[in-house]
């Protein structure tokens, strides 16, 4: 997987890389729990409101990431000139909205 996909990086404080590093183990081990639940041939209904919780997980972090994102690299973008970002966020929005 390429992380530096645009050629820009974001510079996290530990707080934030653990905060969401600690969100991401949590999905993790939602996942790993529906796994357990397929191999044990649990109710469709269960695996579909396990499913529904990872889902608003995911969408949680996503705002997070976004938020914080639009108060930082956005911001400081837009201050030093760069409006490619105006761009970049359009793109952004589009592919949240599918």
Same mark, same amino acid.
């Given at each position: 997987? $390429? $992380? $530096? &996909? &645009?050629g820009k990086k974001t510079k996290r404080s530990?707080?934030?890389? /653990?905060?969401?590093?600690n969100r991401l183990n949590r999905i993790s081990g939602q996942i790993n729990g529906i796994n357990k639940m397929i191999e044990n041939d649990a109710y469709c209904n269960d695996v579909l409101i396990?499913?529904?919780?990872?889902? /608003?997980?995911?969408?949680?972090?996503?705002?997070?990431?976004l938020e914080n994102h639009l108060y930082t690299c956005v911001s400081r973008d837009l201050e030093n000139g760069d409006l490619d970002t105006i761009d970049e966020l359009i793109s952004l929005f589009k592919r949240f909205n599918q």
């Open positions: 997987m $390429n $992380n $530096n &996909c &645009c530990p707080d934030e890389k /653990k905060l969401i590093q396990q499913l529904s919780a990872v889902e /608003k997980a995911v969408k949680s972090l996503s705002s997070h990431i």
